[in-house]
Nanobody
Framework: QVQLVQSGGGLVHPGGSLSLSCVASTNIFEKTGVEWYRQAPGKQRELVAHTISSRHEIYADSVKGRFSISRDYAKNTVSLQMNSLKPEDTGVYYC?????????WGQGTQVAVSS
């Protein structure tokens, strides 16, 4: 059983930055891609960024140029750096990974962007 534990998030003013971390209980990230989702209040969960290899990522148009994924396999950690945050970035952020038919989610972390 793999556990994903998230940290980071919080309240920030527009234009500010936050970093989210997703730590796995095993070295699963060396074998799998990682996805970051967010769910804004009253909206469906949406994919904002994901890795497609050990060096490449894809970002939603809404976050492109502002968000970036980094990996630290030695620490079983994938992070999401969020810069130039906007109020519309507010939501609960989740990391997700899948290996075979097994899907693992982090517990979610709240990000609030407000003046």
């Amino acid at each position: 059983q793999v556990q994903l534990v998230q940290s980071g998030g919080g309240l920030v003013h527009p234009g500010g930055s936050l970093s989210l971390s997703c730590v796995a209980s095993t070295n699963i990230f060396e074998k799998t891609g990682v996805e970051w989702y967010r769910q804004a209040p009253g909206k469906q969960r949406e994919l904002v960024a994901h890795t497609i290899s050990s060096r490449h990522e894809i970002y939603a148009d809404s976050v492109k140029g502002r968000f970036s994924i980094s990996r630290d396999y030695a620490k079983n950690t994938v992070s999401l750096q969020m810069n130039s945050l906007k109020p519309e970035d507010t939501g609960v952020y989740y990391c997700r990974t899948q290996i075979g038919e097994f899907v693992y989610w982090g517990q979610g972390t709240q990000v609030a962007v407000s003046s």
